[in-house]
């Protein structure tokens, strides 16, 4: 069976910012592939993976890169499959560069951002189950579940919080 999503990174230096995107897939037993393939370096790869992707059997395409990351935009032109951009910080701009490029598609090709960094990572997998579960109730069950567990991880460190001022 083939992969659900694919995590695309522009560079392998990119990685640290996905391990979270990774945790929340094998979380929720979501298969993907991951891929080093870069929107300037290997352009043609790039789009060839893009091309084949639907015909591949993907449903979600997470792309991450930094600096001018065009990674993202690559993708969604040359495939009417969801793209999540995730910018990836670098000097001398931090995140703003890899930011702007990601939300600044040109009316009709999308490019659904989230924020830099581990975060970003993590909730790009987050909106790609999100994405999976508008057709699979187990997913969808799952991610209410997840949601629920983060509250009461809140509500716990807040009742905690609360005995711990009362002391003084
Ligand atoms: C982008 O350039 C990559 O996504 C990476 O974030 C950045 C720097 O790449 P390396 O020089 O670390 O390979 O294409």
């Given at each position: 069976m083939s992969a659900s999503v694919a995590v695309i990174m522009?560079?392998?230096?990119?990685l640290p910012i996905l391990e979270g995107a990774f945790k929340m897939l094998d979380r929720f037993g979501v298969s993907y592939t991951a891929r080093v393939l870069?929107?300037?370096?290997t352009p043609v790869e790039a789009a060839e993976f893009a091309s084949g992707a639907e015909a591949a059997g993907y449903k979600v395409i997470i792309c991450a890169a930094g600096m001018a990351a065009h990674l993202g935009g690559v993708f969604a032109a040359h495939t009417v499959l969801p793209v999540i951009g995730i910018p990836v910080a670098s000097e001398p701009f931090n995140a703003l560069d890899s930011l702007l490029s990601f939300v600044q598609?040109?009316?009709g090709i999308p490019v659904a951002t989230v924020t830099a960094g581990k975060a970003g990572g993590k909730n790009a997998a987050l909106y790609a189950i999100s994405i999976l579960a508008l057709g699979d109730a187990k997913l969808r069950e799952a991610l209410k579940a997840f949601r629920k567990e983060q509250a009461d991880a809140v509500l716990k460190a807040d009742a905690e919080l609360q005995t711990e001022l009362k002391k003084d």
């Open positions: 522009g560079s392998r230096s990119d870069s929107a300037h370096r598609m040109p009316p």
